[in-house]
């Protein structure tokens, strides 16, 4: 084979790889589902982008990350409440070691916490707070974050649904 028919066999190969990837991939932002059937969000966490599954009825919440015996680095599940109120989370038939992460309404970060799995003594917020996130333990202080930061909430994960009990997730 001569060098000309090689380079455009490479061509056509690196061309169809990258139409693969561009069709499988989801659009930034988009919203899909988790093996928990939960939507799920992008959202950035001081230096890193995690995929959080969006917890937003009282089932979902109470369900959180139970009975699950990992989760990849880069993801985690966000609880949202109605409104802003001191939460309080155990870790009842959790056996991964979590950090908590609780925002107001506006996304500042009330307290960062950790959680030991199966615990079930609650993880109080130490203040008022609209959303919870989860994360594997040790993620917060791996991406920087602290209390006092600013976090964007996306807009797919702002409101709990209607008729919602909104009482503090137990998970």
Not at 4 to 30: D, K, N
Not at 46 to 67: I, N, P
Not at 96 to 114: E, H, K, M, N, T
Request: aromatic content about 6%.
């Amino acid at each position: 084979m001569t060098r000309l028919p090689m380079m455009r066999l490479l061509l056509l190969i690196i061309a169809i790889a990258l139409i693969v990837v561009a069709v499988t991939m989801p659009p930034m932002g988009c919203q899909h589902n988790s093996a928990s059937g939960l939507r799920t969000v992008q959202m950035q966490i001081g230096r890193k982008m995690f995929t959080l599954e969006v917890a937003d009825t009282f089932a979902s919440r109470q369900y959180g990350l139970m009975h699950r015996d990992s989760m990849p680095s880069n993801h985690g599940m966000i609880f949202v409440f109605a409104h802003e109120e001191p939460l309080a989370f155990w870790m009842k038939n959790t056996p991964i070691p979590l950090d908590i992460i609780y925002l107001d309404a506006a996304g500042q970060v009330v307290s960062i916490r950790p959680m030991k799995p199966h615990d079930l003594g609650t993880v109080p917020s130490g203040g008022s707070a609209q959303y919870a996130i989860e994360l594997n333990q040790g993620a917060a202080a791996a991406v920087g974050l602290k209390a006092g930061d600013k976090l964007a909430i996306p807009k797919q994960a702002q409101t709990a649904k209607a008729n919602d009990n909104t009482e503090s997730n137990v998970d």
